[in-house]
Nanobody, 123 residues
Framework: VQLQASGGGLVQAGGSLRLSCAAS????????MGWFRQAPGKEREFVAA????????YYADSVKGRFTISRDNAKNTVYLQMNSLKPEDTAVYYC?????????????????WGQGTQVTVSS
């Protein structure tokens, strides 16, 4: 599967952005989908994940209550709605797909990665 992330940009603290990740292929609904981010000089970190049906989600503590992951299997797309953004949310955001049976939060469990989209939050 090929993944294409979009929707990043520059936003002031407290603002919102919605990231999208479009996937190619007819088997999108089989994959666990995740969002990760990587800030300069830091390791890539888990942000959120969603199971195949969309009924199960999991979030990093740092974004819980502010970010919402969702998916539309008919459109082969996963979303990340980001509200109440903070300067520390600044990073390149990546979407990823995993063949795992359940939600996973480590980078090594994901098989396919998108190219990343830059999110910059100004104070």
């Amino acid at each position: 599967v090929q993944l294409q992330a979009s929707g990043g940009g520059l936003v002031q603290a407290g603002g919102s952005l919605r990231l999208s990740c479009a996937a190619s292929g007819r088997t999108f609904s089989r994959y666990i989908m995740g969002w990760f981010r990587q800030a300069p000089g830091k390791e890539r970190e888990f942000v959120a994940a969603i199971n195949w049906s969309g009924r199960s989600t999991y979030y990093a503590d740092s974004v819980k209550g502010r970010f919402t992951i969702s998916r539309d299997n008919a459109k082969n797309t996963v979303y990340l709605q980001m509200n109440s953004l903070k300067p520390e949310d600044t990073a390149v955001y990546y979407c990823a797909a995993s063949n795992s049976m359940g939600i996973v939060i480590v980078t090594t469990a994901y098989d396919y990665w998108g190219q990343g989209t830059q999110v910059t939050v100004s104070s």
